[in-house]
């Protein structure tokens, strides 16, 4: 079992930056991607960046140049710093981790999710 928990969400301006923080504990040491979701009123559920083990990345269209993800091993923890924020951003944040087989997911797991509002 892998236990995540997220902090740093905010009611923010827009153009305004947050950073959201992710704490890994358990049995870490099978996961090899982690990332973050966001699901906003009404939508599914979205993947907003991923970092794999090897310090690869992936990032929705949407926030490219906007947001980076990050993480720190030596802490067991993973950043999102989001900049220029839009009213769009707006969603609940999950925190995930994975782990996959080649590229197929075998399993993961979520955090409770951190709320991030930005006014316009």
């Known amino acids: 079992q892998v236990q995540l928990v997220e902090s740093g969400g905010g009611l923010v301006q827009a153009g305004g930056s947050l950073r959201l923080s992710c704490v890994a504990s358990g049995s870490i040491f099978s996961i090899n991607a982690m990332g973050w979701y966001r699901q906003a009123p009404g939508k599914q559920r979205e993947l907003v960046a991923a970092?794999?083990?090897?310090?690869?990345?992936n990032y929705a269209d949407s926030v490219k140049d906007r947001f980076t993800i990050s993480r720190d091993n030596a802490k067991n923890t993973v950043y999102l710093q989001m900049n220029s924020l839009k009213p769009e951003d707006t969603a609940v944040y999950y925190c995930n981790a994975a782990r996959y087989y080649s590229t197929s997911l075998q399993y993961d797991y979520w955090g409770q999710g951190t709320q991030v509002t930005v006014s316009s």
């Open positions: 970092v794999t083990n090897g310090g690869s990345t």
